[in-house]
């Protein structure tokens, strides 16, 4: 049975009647008595204020103001009533609604009547009941750092920080560099096509062949190479060539290309120098030290890593949670009422979306109001002066206090920007709250696959 509930603490009968899905009505009675002492004001002042051909400003006939003005004033007083009062009614009950009141359309409505009724159209927010507690445990990874990982990143900033030497003979791992030149299939240059010189590394080489071809080749040698098949299928080679993807892939990916020298990256010597050049000045004094260095830092990044993926986990968890929303109100609210109003079929092809960022809004919504997890200017300031350190830290740069703060204050102004590090402000603080409010099941794992799980599940 629809719920009813009359308001007394108002003047004019106001209504609320729930129906099914969330949706409900809400009715506005208007006396004439409410309305008619501003229409006669309004019209008072109009007549006193218009200008009407044979008369003098104030002197037209009242009668012919109320036949001329009175229906527009009366409707517009009633509308502004109605407005005050639908938003009062809501105020005051804390109605929590979805979109805006949809106007009932109503025909032959009687304006000479004693009372005038209207209805309104509103879609109210579901309540919700989370299935949250130590006892929801949700897959939480513990990612180790293997000797295997800690060598290769060892070994990956050793060729990042040494120095390029041209060997005699090539090997697999060389850099070649060269001229490439797009070319039909019989091998001719192609008319307006793809020409640039550049290198890449003997590893993003897939095709042994082509590989062994580039090994044996000497300095002027021509090897044909093909864009979709010759590399790596996560090797860009459209950043070799200086061009978009879209560019590469409007070519017909086949490619001449002459070598013009190699060169080998020879790692950098474990010394003092090496060190500082890495982690600044006296930071780390040896390998083991180095070691440790590079185990703590990826120690972090995988914590972060494992974090947001219980984050994406918890989230999804509570995205199951059951959901009365008033579809039918909103799809209507959508093409009629909305700011940028839909077609229907626009409406039909982006509600899923539209539905799965109304869910977590609302889910958000709750969790923020009941739990305060509202994100504080303090906060905000404090993330952004993190920022900014990091930032400059990654140039080996860095500021006094002051000078950091000034920086993130005048990152704040910027709309976008503030919005965006609010946003990962909340999300931090929810995924600290999804940690100490659900249980975790913990789960050792390597890096690789951790990625090859987290790419699945996200």
């Not at 009614?89 to 804390?94: Q, Y």
């Not at 295997?148 to 697999?172: C, T």
């Not at 409007?250 to 010394?271: C, H, I, Q, W």
């Not at 830092?297 to 009365?324: G, P």
Request: with cysteine.
């Amino acid at each position: 049975m629809p719920y009813l509930c009359t308001l007394n603490f108002i003047p004019m009968n106001v209504t609320l009647q729930k129906g099914k899905a969330s949706e409900a009505t809400i009715t506005i009675a208007i006396d004439q008595a409410d309305y008619a002492p501003k229409v006669a004001a309004a019209l008072q002042h109009y007549r006193k204020t218009a200008r009407i051909p044979g008369f003098r400003p104030g002197m037209a006939p009242m009668a012919m103001i109320e036949r001329q003005y009175g229906m527009a004033m009366r409707v517009d007083e009633v509308n502004k009533l109605l407005q005050d009062e639908l938003y009062n009614f809501m105020e005051k009950e804390k109605l929590e609604i979805l979109g805006q009141p949809l106007p009932v359309p109503q025909q032959g409505l009687d304006w000479n009547a004693s009372v005038l009724e209207f209805h309104f159209e509103v879609g109210m927010a579901p309540e919700l009941t989370f299935d949250m507690s130590e006892k929801v445990k949700l897959p939480y990874y513990v990612v180790e750092v293997s000797k295997k990982v800690i060598d290769d990143e060892v070994d990956s900033l050793r060729k990042r920080y040494g120095k390029l030497s041209s060997p005699e003979k090539a090997v697999d791992d060389d850099l070649f560099y060269g001229q490439f030149t797009e070319v039909d299939e019989a091998g001719t240059p192609a008319e307006g096509g793809l020409s640039k010189d550049g290198r890449f590394a003997g590893t993003v080489v897939a095709d042994k062949k082509i590989l062994k071809a580039l090994v044996a080749a000497a300095n002027g040698d021509k090897v044909h190479l093909e864009a979709g098949k010759t590399f790596a299928s996560d090797f860009r080679l459209e950043t070799v060539l200086g061009c978009t993807a879209d560019e590469l892939a409007s070519s017909n990916g086949r490619f001449e290309f002459e070598l013009k020298s190699v060169y080998r990256v020879e790692p950098a010597t474990m010394d003092q120098e090496f060190f500082d050049k890495i982690f600044g000045p006296g930071a780390v004094s040896s390998e083991e030290e180095l070691r440790g260095k590079i185990q703590a830092e990826l120690e972090a990044v995988y914590v972060r890593d494992a974090d947001i993926h219980f984050f994406n986990t918890a989230s999804a968890h509570l995205m199951d949670t059951k959901m009365d929303l008033p579809v039918a109100f909103l799809k209507k609210w959508l093409q009629h009422g909305a700011e940028k109003p839909l077609s229907a079929e626009e409406v039909e092809t982006q509600w899923p979306s539209m539905e799965k960022g109304m869910r977590w809004q609302l889910i958000e919504g709750k969790l923020i109001r009941e739990h305060h997890l509202h994100v504080h200017k303090e906060e905000l300031v404090e993330y952004a002066v993190a920022l900014v350190n990091e930032r400059m830290m990654q140039f080996g740069q860095s500021l006094p206090g002051e000078e950091v703060e000034k920086v993130a204050l005048n990152l704040l102004k910027n709309r976008e920007q503030s919005e965006q590090m609010s946003e990962q402000v909340l999300q931090n603080k929810m995924s600290a709250f999804f940690k100490a409010n659900f249980g975790k099941k913990e789960i050792k794992s390597s890096y690789e696959d951790f990625l090859a799980i987290a790419t699945k599940t996200n």
